[in-house]
Nanobody, 113 residues
Framework: QVRIVESGGGLVQPGGSLRLSCGMP????????WGWYRQAPGKQRELVAR???????ENANFAKGRFTIFRDSAKKIVDLQMSDLGPEDTAVYYC???????WGQGTQVTVSS
């Protein structure tokens, strides 16, 4: 089992920003496309953004212009910078290496006034 740890979630007001961080074993980082996903109550888990081993980024439509995924090969982390958050962004956010079955516990993001 691979331990993936998401952090940085919390309560933020509409229009605010958060930066999520994902930690994983350093020897596991380099081989995978890493994605941030989210799951809101009563909804299916969905892709937010992913970055492959070459740094190519794919963003969901709702994330374009607001969310940025960072892949730091030196620190072996994958961060998600989120801005202009709205109540519709409330969800548990997960970091996930694509093409694997490994998921962390997620980090809760709540956008509310």
């Amino acid at each position: 089992q691979v331990r993936i740890v998401e952090s940085g979630g919390g309560l933020v007001q509409p229009g605010g920003s958060l930066r999520l961080s994902c930690g994983m074993p350093s020897n596991f980082f380099s081989f995978y496309t890493w994605g941030w996903y989210r799951q809101a109550p009563g909804k299916q888990r969905e892709l937010v953004a992913r970055v492959d081993t070459n740094g190519y980024v794919e963003n969901a439509n709702f994330a374009k212009g607001r969310f940025t995924i960072f892949r730091d090969s030196a620190k072996k982390i994958v961060d998600l910078q989120m801005s202009d958050l709205g109540p519709e962004d409330t969800a548990v956010y997960y970091c996930h290496p694509d093409a694997t079955t490994f998921w962390g516990q997620g980090t809760q993001v709540t956008v509310s006034s």
